[in-house]
């Protein structure tokens, strides 16, 4: 593909509903980021995903959320049970060692 | 880890004006410095970047400077234009190495007509 694809790109759930978001990133990227941006806000980070190495997961708020990525294809972003503050956008990017990283167009989460 | 400071939060030019924003880094080895415009309502992408053996780069209106010994790099945009209106990231990474790419808090700049 021509660049990083999220979906959906608009979500909305029942507040304790799982969901889960996806993340395709550019062929060949070896690291792959999520984020999360509430309205207004900064880029929070949230997972770091670099080749076959353990995940950076220090940036995930808490137990409800969780991510997988196998090798360096798709990743799939998991909130268990949402709550309200969960709502935001949820942004991926992908880069390779020598490359600038490149954001998909994000996940609109609203936790009603 | 790497630990990316930005100000200010918010600032406010007038068009044609110039714009500074600050940002600095702790990890010593960082090596590479991209900044990134988002728009409202879209995604942020790359406007310029620098590495760690450049202290200066320009691309038209937009420069970025880099003071290693300081840690510190800065993002200036001159004769700004309603069309820079934006929140601007500096972000931080070892380019190269297994570390990822830490971001600063952003910039929301207001080009006042």
Redesign the interface.
């Given at each position: 593909g021509a660049g990083v694809s999220q979906s959906p790109s608009n979500k909305v759930t029942e507040k304790g509903k799982d969901v889960e978001l996806r993340c395709d990133p550019i062929s060949g990227h070896t690291?792959l980021?999520w984020?999360r941006q509430r309205l207004g806000?900064?880029?929070e980070?949230l997972i770091?995903f670099?080749g076959n190495?353990a995940p950076?997961k220090?940036g995930l708020p808490s137990d409800r959320f969780s991510a997988e990525r196998t090798g360096e294809s798709v990743s799939t972003l998991t909130i268990q049970r949402t709550q309200q503050e969960d709502s935001a956008v949820y942004?991926c990017?992908s880069?390779s060692?020598?490359t600038?990283?490149?954001?998909?167009?994000?996940t609109r989460l609203t936790v009603v | 880890?790497e630990n990316v400071e930005q100000h200010p939060s918010t600032l406010s030019v007038q068009e044609g004006d110039s714009a500074v924003i600050k940002c600095t880094y702790s990890d010593s080895a960082s090596n590479y410095f991209?900044w990134?415009k988002q728009e409202l309502g879209?995604?942020?992408?790359?406007i310029i970047?620098i590495r760690s053996n450049v202290g200066e780069k320009k691309d038209q209106r937009i420069a970025v400077t880099l003071n290693k010994t300081a840690k510190h790099f800065s993002l200036h945009i001159t004769e700004t234009q309603p069309e820079d209106s934006a929140?601007y990231?500096c972000?931080a990474s070892r380019?190269?190495g297994?570390?990822?790419?830490?971001?600063?808090?952003?910039t929301h700049l207001i080009i006042q007509p």
């Amino acid at each position: 593909g021509a660049g990083v694809s999220q979906s959906p790109s608009n979500k909305v759930t029942e507040k304790g509903k799982d969901v889960e978001l996806r993340c395709d990133p550019i062929s060949g990227h070896t690291a792959l980021y999520w984020y999360r941006q509430r309205l207004g806000q900064g880029l929070e980070f949230l997972i770091y995903f670099q080749g076959n190495s353990a995940p950076d997961k220090s940036g995930l708020p808490s137990d409800r959320f969780s991510a997988e990525r196998t090798g360096e294809s798709v990743s799939t972003l998991t909130i268990q049970r949402t709550q309200q503050e969960d709502s935001a956008v949820y942004l991926c990017a992908s880069s390779s060692a020598y490359t600038e990283a490149f954001f998909g167009q994000g996940t609109r989460l609203t936790v009603v | 880890g790497e630990n990316v400071e930005q100000h200010p939060s918010t600032l406010s030019v007038q068009e044609g004006d110039s714009a500074v924003i600050k940002c600095t880094y702790s990890d010593s080895a960082s090596n590479y410095f991209p900044w990134y415009k988002q728009e409202l309502g879209k995604r942020p992408q790359l406007i310029i970047d620098i590495r760690s053996n450049v202290g200066e780069k320009k691309d038209q209106r937009i420069a970025v400077t880099l003071n290693k010994t300081a840690k510190h790099f800065s993002l200036h945009i001159t004769e700004t234009q309603p069309e820079d209106s934006a929140v601007y990231f500096c972000a931080a990474s070892r380019r190269g190495g297994a570390d990822g790419l830490t971001f600063g808090k952003g910039t929301h700049l207001i080009i006042q007509p």
